[in-house]
């Protein structure tokens, strides 16, 4: 497994397990556990949550069927997690809203911390920007859970650059990565200044979905249908799966993109994996670039 140095004392894996369909696949005890390992054992051994995933119950199942039955296995992972949106009927409100205050921020980060059935993060990341909360009040919080060993390192997820800066003044200590929606369907931010900030940073993203929520292989859209045609035409002359090769087009990015996978199927997984194998040339890239947009470069 390849990994990557975020920061001082952070190397995580370039392929990071996502736990948000815990639930919908209805992956609890023996099952969750066994999966847990096969990850641990190909080198894949960060899992990344969130409170909302599975409407606050996915950290949950982790936390019972693996830490809590093998609680040995913390020392072999990493976990990641998130703090600032709040679901409806979460708090007596009748809709979802974004809430990076220091007092939302740190009650997510206990109540996570419960479910999981550990005294600490890895790593927290600020789910969504929050507008109405002044960047020195999320920054304050965040210092503050590093201080109580609650989290060792912190960044944030779906944030703009100028977000990204607005916050990080506000910091001491450094923000690690940013995730956000890289896939061959969601190619915007090579373009729109994002990638840029990252390696002027020095920022190593993680991608969200960075299969296209699987609407390739089956969707109906016009660019689904060029997509699936491009990408299947050029995973059967690597003679590798497609979901294979729509990974290692992330992977071929200079950015050194970490992705978070959406599957509990382990051979997804080692597909994820064996990507890192790859390396597409700068035709191959910029054709799926163009199945991706409708076009190729001018």
């Given at each position: 497994m390849q990994t990557l140095q975020m920061t001082e004392g952070l190397t995580l894996p370039r392929v990071i397990?996502?736990?948000?369909?815990i639930a919908d696949s209805h992956m609890e005890g023996e099952?969750?556990?066994r999966f847990t390992r096969q990850?641990?054992?190909?080198?894949?051994?960060?899992?990344?949550?969130?409170?909302?995933?599975?409407?606050?119950?996915?950290?949950?199942?982790?936390?019972?069927?693996?830490?809590?039955?093998?609680?040995?296995?913390?020392?072999?992972?990493?976990?990641?997690?998130k703090a600032g949106i709040v679901l409806p009927n979460r708090l007596g409100n009748a809709r979802i809203y974004y809430e990076a205050s220091r007092q939302s921020?740190?009650?997510?980060?206990?109540?996570?911390?419960?479910?999981l059935g550990t005294d600490y993060v890895d790593l927290l990341l600020v789910h969504r920007p929050d507008p109405l909360t002044d960047p020195a009040e999320t920054a304050d919080a965040l210092e503050t859970l590093v201080r109580q060993g609650k989290?060792?390192?912190?960044?944030?997820?779906?944030?703009?650059?100028?977000?990204?800066?607005?916050?990080?003044?506000?910091?001491?200590?450094?923000l690690v990565t940013n995730?956000?929606?890289?896939?061959?369907?969601?190619?915007?931010?090579?373009?729109?200044?994002?990638?840029?900030?990252?390696?002027?940073?020095?920022?190593?993203?993680?991608?969200?979905?960075?299969?296209?929520?699987?609407?390739?292989?089956?969707?109906?859209?016009?660019?689904?249908?060029?997509?699936?045609?491009?990408?299947?035409?050029m995973a059967a002359g690597h003679a590798i799966p497609v979901d294979t090769l729509m990974y290692?087009?992330?992977?071929?990015?200079p950015l050194n993109i970490l992705a978070v996978t959406g599957s509990m199927d382990i051979r997804r997984i080692q597909n994820a994996v064996n990507a890192l194998q790859i390396q597409l040339t700068h035709e191959e890239w910029y054709r799926v670039l163009a199945a991706s947009r409708g076009y190729d470069v001018p």
């Amino acid at each position: 497994m390849q990994t990557l140095q975020m920061t001082e004392g952070l190397t995580l894996p370039r392929v990071i397990i996502g736990c948000m369909r815990i639930a919908d696949s209805h992956m609890e005890g023996e099952a969750l556990l066994r999966f847990t390992r096969q990850c641990i054992e190909l080198g894949a051994d960060t899992f990344d949550h969130a409170p909302v995933y599975g409407g606050y119950t996915c950290e949950k199942y982790f936390g019972d069927a693996v830490l809590r039955k093998e609680p040995q296995l913390r020392a072999k992972m990493k976990l990641i997690t998130k703090a600032g949106i709040v679901l409806p009927n979460r708090l007596g409100n009748a809709r979802i809203y974004y809430e990076a205050s220091r007092q939302s921020i740190l009650r997510d980060m206990d109540e996570s911390l419960e479910r999981l059935g550990t005294d600490y993060v890895d790593l927290l990341l600020v789910h969504r920007p929050d507008p109405l909360t002044d960047p020195a009040e999320t920054a304050d919080a965040l210092e503050t859970l590093v201080r109580q060993g609650k989290t060792l390192h912190v960044g944030v997820s779906n944030y703009t650059p100028a977000q990204t800066e607005a916050l990080q003044r506000k910091l001491s200590i450094p923000l690690v990565t940013n995730q956000l929606e890289f896939s061959v369907k969601a190619a915007d931010h090579f373009f729109d200044g994002v990638s840029d900030d990252l390696f002027t940073r020095g920022m190593k993203p993680m991608a969200w979905s960075p299969l296209g929520g699987g609407s390739v292989f089956s969707g109906t859209d016009e660019q689904s249908v060029r997509l699936r045609a491009a990408l299947g035409e050029m995973a059967a002359g690597h003679a590798i799966p497609v979901d294979t090769l729509m990974y290692a087009w992330l992977f071929t990015h200079p950015l050194n993109i970490l992705a978070v996978t959406g599957s509990m199927d382990i051979r997804r997984i080692q597909n994820a994996v064996n990507a890192l194998q790859i390396q597409l040339t700068h035709e191959e890239w910029y054709r799926v670039l163009a199945a991706s947009r409708g076009y190729d470069v001018p």
